[in-house]
């Protein structure tokens, strides 16, 4: 049962299902009844109600007029737009938090890429190859570090979207058992390097290839699931 005041039990009961759409655990395309939701999560029809609608003016939830709410269903063409965006808009935020980053946002980023390296060796060492709540937050963490001193809130708003929409798909990329190695640690160590450094043009083609990356295992991710998935006779 969640607790606390009105708002911050709004917001708290809007992570809960955030977090459960972009891990998977409540499946694209599947329908959100409120009555199971609320023995889910041990909310009221009306707070439910508010938190699915304040997803759905982010994406991650469909709303059908008199029907209810769905989770947003995932495609390889909406990857595919939100890789392009991304690409887009978050470079721009980074060369733009590069260029005005203090001592504070280096000390900030640095202790955010130190959680996120704690928690994949940990990964490591488990022998796990999903990705666990500690270091989905880690990882969110850090990326939101190295854009930390971007001025612009409507830029940040964007990426942030963008940012959940995607991580929808990267759950995919992890969970589905590809061959292709990847080192991450590197990858993030590599941009941290250059962000530090104050190095905006490196920097910015390290994060297109760390984010193209993602989007390609997504990719392959869904094409093996739709192979495999059986046809109708």
């Known amino acids: 049962m969640l607790k606390g005041g009105a708002k911050t039990f709004a917001s708290a009961l809007v992570e809960l299902i955030r977090r459960d759409i972009i891990a998977g655990s409540l499946p694209p395309g599947s329908r959100l009844p409120i009555k199971a939701l609320s023995e889910r999560y041990g909310a009221g029809p009306i707070p ?26 995932t495609s390889p063409e909406e990857l595919e737009s939100i890789l392009a965006l991304r690409l887009n808009l978050e470079v721009i935020a980074l060369k733009e938090s590069i260029a005005n980053g203090t001592y504070e946002w280096e000390a900030q980023l640095l202790a955010a890429h130190h959680r996120l390296a704690h928690h994949t060796a940990r990964k490591a060492d488990e022998g796990s190859t999903g990705i666990g709540e500690e270091w989905d937050k880690a990882h969110k963490a850090y990326h939101l570090a190295l854009l930390a001193g971007c001025k612009s809130r409507w830029l940040m708003q964007f990426v942030n979207t ?15 058992g590809d ?25 910015a083609a390290l994060l297109e290839e760390h984010l ?10 869904m094409a093996r699931m739709e192979a495999q998935a059986p046809t109708a006779e």
């Open 48 to 73: 439910l109600r508010e938190a699915l609608a304040r997803l759905s003016a982010v994406g991650l939830v469909t709303a059908r007029e008199q029907r209810g709410f769905w989770v947003a269903q």
């Open 212 to 221: 193209t990356r993602t989007a390609t295992l997504a990719l392959r991710a």
């Open 162 to 176: 963008l940012s959940d929409q995607m991580n929808r798909y990267r759950h995919l990329s992890m969970h589905s």
């Open 179 to 203: 061959p292709a190695r990847r080192d991450i640690a590197a990858e993030h160590k590599a941009l941290l390097e250059a962000a530090l450094a104050r190095d905006a043009g490196r920097a």
